[in-house]
């Protein structure tokens, strides 16, 4: 579902780290403001790939203007938190032909409490990944038992 990048030396996250998503999670572009006027018209079905404390990397079948003129506004659910994050697209790039652009944005949040959620997220990381290991573990040892 996800990989964790950037552990230090113990094994723990900090709140530096990216989530990469193995399967791309869907999520709502909207525009929402244009040249300092307010717009918010929802624009594109997303999908994000890589959430950071500081940018989403994600994928669309539209072409987006790059400008600092243009504030988007991303709804995304992760770990049944719904995120609500304001900011701009920062780099596009062209997918192999295939119609899609990659885009990075960088965002700026409302919520002062995004830092914790991103935290809360980082924890269920670790408590998941930790249970698939056990489960593989276990599978393991069963198999071993049987054989």
Same mark, same amino acid.
């Given at each position: 579902?996800?990989?964790?990048?950037?552990?230090?030396? *113990?094994?723990f996250?900090?709140?530096?780290?990216?989530i @990469?998503?193995?399967?791309?999670i869907?999520? #709502?572009?909207?525009?929402?403001?244009?040249?300092?006027?307010?717009v918010?018209?929802?624009?594109?079905?997303?999908?994000?790939? $890589?959430?950071? *404390?500081?940018?989403?990397? &994600?994928?669309? #079948? %539209?072409?987006?203007?790059?400008? !600092? !003129? %243009? %504030?988007y506004?991303?709804?995304v659910? %992760?770990?049944q938190? +719904?995120?609500?994050?304001?900011?701009v697209?920062? #780099?596009?790039? +062209?997918c192999?032909?295939?119609g899609?652009?990659? =885009? @990075?944005?960088?965002? &700026?949040?409302?919520?002062? @409490?995004?830092?914790? @959620?991103?935290? $809360?997220m980082k924890?269920? !990381?670790?408590?998941?990944?930790?249970?698939? !290991?056990?489960?593989? =573990?276990? *599978?393991? $040892?069963? +198999?071993? +038992?049987?054989?």
């Amino acid at each position: 579902m996800f990989l964790l990048k950037n552990k230090n030396e *113990r094994g723990f996250s900090n709140l530096n780290d990216s989530i @990469h998503f193995q399967t791309k999670i869907d999520a #709502e572009l909207y525009i929402f403001e244009v040249q300092k006027k307010c717009v918010n018209k929802k624009c594109a079905n997303i999908k994000v790939d $890589i959430l950071d *404390r500081k940018s989403i990397s &994600f994928v669309s #079948e %539209v072409q987006l203007p790059i400008s !600092e !003129e %243009v %504030v988007y506004k991303i709804k995304v659910t %992760v770990f049944q938190k +719904e995120l609500e994050l304001f900011g701009v697209i920062k #780099e596009k790039n +062209e997918c192999n032909g295939n119609g899609e652009y990659q =885009y @990075h944005f960088t965002y &700026f949040s409302l919520s002062e @409490h995004f830092p914790y @959620h991103l935290k $809360i997220m980082k924890l269920k !990381e670790a408590v998941i990944k930790k249970y698939q !290991e056990n489960s593989l =573990y276990v *599978r393991k $040892i069963a +198999e071993k +038992e049987l054989s």
